[in-house]
């Protein structure tokens, strides 16, 4: 069975651009969330989306933003980039809503110049 | 609060050495959920175990064991007889029952030298 995908791999912007990444989730899985990981650092929580509802958010500006699509896949989008927002951007999917297992996908590398 | 401290942020092994990877967990939750995960340089978080706060049996799968312990809040990972295959980063994570925020910890980075 295919795993969690993302899209595109690595993506190179400048400073100001938006941006926006795409996963897809196991199949049969209804939720997705999104990470961020700075290097060096553990990935930091952005967004739960479950059955196309925002479900959980974390400490990150407005300028992120996402959604969840019929068929379960996700993208997140990104405004204003800013230097900082240069991370590896990781999508996870489990089955319900809270307490199941996450499975990650192998993330989309983002660079902002 | 919620957090996750893993102390040992680089640990380096000869191969066939056992090594341990500590996870200290804090939280004032009494249902929640602990994980493991291994990061290889590929990326992709690849998931190791799940335990819940009502299980403390610990547990073994081949080469990799974990060791809960509630009173020192703590969720050990030791892995016997080492490949150099176990070279990644390993984060520890935390997460709330009925809550969909997984803290991770900073992570463990392991190398095994042949």
């Known amino acids: 069975d295919a795993g969690v995908t993302q899209s595109p791999t690595h993506l190179i912007k400048t400073r100001g651009q938006h941006v926006t990444l795409r996963c897809s989730p196991i199949s049969g899985h209804k939720s997705v969330s999104w990470y961020q990981q700075v290097l060096g650092q553990g990935p930091q929580f952005i967004f739960q989306y479950y059955e196309k509802e925002e479900r959980g958010r974390g400490n990150f500006p407005d300028r992120f933003s996402a959604r969840q699509f019929p068929n379960y896949s996700s993208e997140l989008n990104v405004n204003a980039l800013l230097l900082g927002d240069s991370a590896l951007y990781l999508c996870?999917?489990?089955?319900?809503?809270?307490?199941?297992?996450?499975?990650f996908g192998p993330g989309t590398r983002l660079t902002v110049l | 609060a919620q957090k996750v401290t893993q102390a040992q942020t680089e640990i380096s092994v000869v191969e066939k050495e056992d090594v341990t990877l500590d996870c200290v967990y804090e939280t004032r939750d009494t249902t929640y959920y602990l994980f493991w995960y291994k990061q290889p340089p590929s990326g992709e978080l690849v998931f190791l175990i799940r335990?819940?706060?009502?299980?403390?049996q610990n547990e073994i799968s081949g080469r990799y064991s974990w060791n809960f312990q509630k009173s020192t809040s703590s969720f050990n990972f030791t892995i016997t007889a080492s490949q150099v295959v176990d070279s990644a980063v390993y984060f520890c994570?935390?997460?709330?029952?009925?809550?969909?925020?997984?803290?991770f910890g900073a992570g463990t980075r392991l190398t095994v030298k042949p």
């Open positions: 994570a935390l997460l709330r029952g009925g809550n969909n925020d997984m803290r």
């Open positions: 335990r819940n706060s009502f299980d403390e």
């Open positions: 996870a999917s489990r089955m319900g809503l809270s307490t199941d297992t996450q499975y």
